[in-house]
């Protein structure tokens, strides 16, 4: 009878309590079920950047495709082995999962904010913002794969997403990005604080969408002249022509928001890096002032770069510049260098944009002096140079323009890979014992040939074969 009683007086005050307000005891701030656009937004910028920035050889390798940089003890990657670490694989994975996937939470958030702070004009900027992210994305993972999953990617009832052509993903990104660009209202708000790149400057962002649109009109120019044509001569005018406009993500001085090339060259105290003997002898052949900006001196008190995948002394040769591995060094998305090479290329491809290659091609070399600091006599010199002015260098418009702006992107790995890649300028040589000649994509990850299988086996035959010797779609010549 006591257990009886016992229990029916348990039961009476378990009743009792489910009446009373706990307030918020029972919920984890830390783990909200519901998140602002904002924030998301954020992660997903800091990790698109930190990815195509950081040196870490288990995700970007980039700069030592394109030969700007070579390693010391372990040379593994600078002899193109990306299978051991899984690099595409990491790469690929913080493509989809920290920015994408990051992005189109935000965005399914957009419409939820409370109209009175976020009205429709600001909404409408915030998703333009978030498109814009999105095209960059994407396209680097086709740039980097080749085909890709796309629209049956994200889904997570969908563990299988097919492979969607290149090309065809290439089209419809050039319309999302001029529909997003469109659909700005300069005039209005967007993500304000939580937008690291512009803080909320729709006029930004509208620079950068142009330029983008410019940059991805331009590859597809040896496949799609006409296409290219019409939208390169479109935007041109509003792409960014100003070291001023830059799109820029600025690091902070103290972890955890540092500049990765610190994370990984100073914070770990890692000496694996040195300048490449390929881009340090192309540069003093010209005497090229930027020189002293892109490195350190070295052990003799001159500027030499370790043999591209040799293993090299670290004491002996130039290393990255202090200005690269401060905590709080920036890092470019796109600049003015590449706007004005780009339209130096238009020019020699017979597009409307105004002014000649020549002229375009010498404000590129002079936005990148400008921008690391060169002093103007030392530029006016060195763009006079008949091996560096457009009228007497040697070699044809691709091989002009592809050189100079190899230099340009010094410090942007991606960019300067896939240049390499579209014009065949400069001439990069494997070293002897690589694995392969110089990778013109990623292998796709080991994931996709395991989880994904099929739809892997389909995209491996359609892009021409899962090896790095493959060329994209634009990749022609």
């Known amino acids: 009878m006591k257990k009886i009683l016992f229990f029916l007086l348990t039961i009476s005050m378990v009743l009792v309590s489910c009446d009373k307000d706990f307030g918020d005891l029972n919920v984890d701030k830390k783990r909200p079920a519901q998140v602002d656009p904002g924030p998301l937004f954020s992660n997903a910028q800091k990790a698109l950047v930190d990815i195509m920035t950081t040196p870490n050889v288990n995700s970007n390798i980039f700069r030592m495709l394109a030969q700007q940089w070579t390693e010391t003890t372990y040379t593994d990657e600078a002899n193109y082995d990306i299978a051991t670490r899984n690099i595409p694989q990491n790469f690929w994975n913080t493509m989809y999962l920290g920015v994408l996937k990051n992005l189109k939470e935000s965005q399914s958030l957009i419409p939820g904010q409370d109209p009175s702070f976020f009205p429709p004009d600001v909404q409408a900027n915030q ?251 030392q530029v006016d010199a060195y763009v006079a140079k008949a091996d560096v002015a457009y009228a007497t260098a040697a070699g044809d418009w691709k091989q002009k323009i592809g050189n100079q702006k190899w230099i340009a992107l010094f410090n942007r790995g991606f960019e300067a890979w896939t240049e390499w890649r579209r014009l065949d300028s400069p001439v990069l040589v494997a070293p002897p ?11 796709y990850p080991v994931q996709e040939q395991t989880i994904n299988a099929d739809n892997y086996t389909a995209a491996a035959s359609a892009v021409g074969g899962d090896v790095v010797s493959t060329k994209l779609f634009w990749d022609k010549f």
Not at 129 to 138: K, Q, S, T
Not at 250 to 268: G, I, M, R
Not at 434 to 442: G, H, L, N, Q, T
Request: hydrophobic content about 40%; overall charge negative; aromatic content about 12%.
């Open 127 to 377: 998703d333009a913002c978030a498109e814009i992210l999105n095209v960059y994305a994407w396209s680097t993972l086709v740039n980097t794969f080749g085909d890709i999953p796309y629209s049956q990617a994200l889904d997570i009832d969908n563990v299988y997403p097919v492979y969607d052509d290149a090309a065809t993903v290439y089209a419809d990104l050039l319309e999302r990005l001029d529909a997003a660009v469109n659909s700005i209202k300069v005039s209005a708000g967007g993500y304000g604080a939580n937008d690291l790149l512009y803080g909320g400057d729709m006029q930004g962002w509208t620079n950068f969408g142009r330029s983008l649109q410019l940059r991805l009109a331009m590859i597809l120019a040896d496949v799609d002249a006409a296409g290219a044509k019409l939208i390169v001569e479109r935007v041109a005018s509003q792409a960014i022509t100003s070291n001023a406009d830059n799109a820029a993500f600025h690091y902070l001085s103290a972890p955890p928001n540092t500049n990765p090339v610190w994370v990984d060259l100073v914070q770990s105290g890692r000496k694996d890096f040195v300048a490449a003997n390929t881009l340090v002898d192309a540069m003093n052949a010209l005497t090229d002032p930027r020189v002293p900006y892109y490195f350190t001196v070295d052990n003799a008190g001159g500027y030499t770069g370790g043999i591209y995948g040799a293993s090299n002394n670290y004491a002996t040769y130039s290393k990255p510049s202090d200005r690269l591995i401060a905590p709080d060094y920036e890092s470019i998305l796109f600049d003015a260098a590449e706007t004005h090479f780009l339209l130096a290329e238009a020019v020699e491809r017979n597009m409307n944009v105004g002014g000649t290659a020549a002229g375009h091609y010498e404000a590129a070399i002079r936005a990148s002096m400008e921008y690391w600091g060169v002093p103007n006599n």
């Open 433 to 443: 014992d690589a694995e392969s000649d110089v990778p013109v994509r990623y292998t």
